[in-house]
């Protein structure tokens, strides 16, 4: 298993995902769901944009998985 805390600083701090608080945004609605998580449109309350927010689920593992996540 791969550490995946230590993970996902790292790819946040590289760059590769962006962390957002999810207060930020107003009228959320369900896109879809997928094997890595939730995918919602919603509105930055800052700047009224529309945008695609993915949740993603927060479980133990692997590497080939991590790997794909990335690619995604």
Request: net charge positive.
């Amino acid at each position: 298993m791969v550490d995946l805390e230590e993970w996902f600083k790292n790819v946040i701090d590289e760059g590769y995902i962006r962390l957002y608080d999810f207060s930020k945004f107003s009228d959320r609605k369900l896109i879809g769901r997928g094997g890595f998580g939730i995918v919602y449109k919603a509105k930055c309350k800052d700047c009224e944009l529309a945008i695609a927010l993915k949740q993603l689920n927060i479980i133990p593992i692997e590497e080939k998985t991590i790997q794909r996540l990335t690619k995604e």
